[in-house]
């Protein structure tokens, strides 16, 4: 499994500068030594708002390198279980 094999689909990742305590919901469109390129429709929001605008004639592509992800997760095939739901 390598992070390459999910560019173009939707992933799951805490990025302190986007949210330090939710997971985010983005599109991953490429990666790189350094870093991942994602679409965030939660940092588009935010250009947005800055902007004072109400939409973009193009997507936004952002770039965050590794050391700013705290981590990512990417469903894979089999059960979730709760170990602790399990024992009690």
């Known amino acids: 499994?390598?992070?390459f094999d999910y560019i173009g689909?939707?992933?799951?990742v805490v990025i302190p500068a986007i949210d330090p305590n939710s997971?985010?919901?983005v599109k991953l469109l490429g990666v790189e030594p350094g870093g991942i390129w994602i679409e965030s429709q939660t940092l588009t929001?935010?250009?947005?708002?800055?902007?004072?605008?109400r939409s973009a004639p193009n997507s936004l592509?952002?770039?965050?390198?590794?050391h700013e992800l705290r981590f990512a997760f990417v469903p894979i095939e089999g059960p979730a279980l709760s170990?602790?739901?399990?024992?009690?």
């Open 1 to 3: 499994m390598e992070l």
């Open 9 to 12: 689909t939707n992933i799951t």
């Open 23 to 25: 997971p985010q919901e």
């Open 45 to 53: 929001d935010q250009m947005l708002k800055i902007a004072e605008q």
């Open 61 to 66: 592509g952002f770039f965050f390198p590794y």
């Open 83 to 88: 170990e602790k739901a399990l024992l009690e």
